[in-house]
Nanobody, 122 residues
């Protein structure tokens, strides 16, 4: 089966930086778009940034100029570099990937990681 495993969350002061990592493993055939989403307490999950297998990246307005998404296709890994963090960035961050995988036959669906907590103190 396919798994997405995130790491890199934690507690940081406002203005600080964190780097999130998400690695995909399992019976992968190919990965199309990858992305990061976040969910703060009492709020719906929202898009942070996405990166296709080729082409331009996409960011939420609230993180433009502060966050950078990148990927290493050889390692099936996506990163989120978060700089100039603000208290309003506090949330659980989830990795997402559009993956073709082998399960008897070739299948395709979205996969989600388990989430990693990011807390920014003021």
């Amino acid at each position: 089966q396919v798994q997405l495993v995130e790491s890199g969350g934690g507690l940081v002061q406002a203005g600080g930086s964190l780097r999130l990592t998400c690695a995909a493993s399992g019976s992968l055939f190919s990965i199309s778009a990858m992305g990061w989403y976040r969910q703060a307490p009492g709020k719906p999950r929202e898009l942070v940034a996405t990166i296709p297998s080729g082409g331009s990246t996409n960011y939420a307005d609230s993180v433009k100029g502060r966050f950078t998404i990148s990927r290493d296709n050889a390692k099936n890994t996506v990163y989120l570099q978060m700089n100039s963090l603000k208290p309003e960035d506090t949330a659980v961050y989830y990795c997402n990937a559009d993956i073709r995988y082998l399960s008897g036959v070739l299948r395709r669906r979205d996969f989600w990681g388990q989430g990693t907590q990011v807390t920014v103190s003021s």
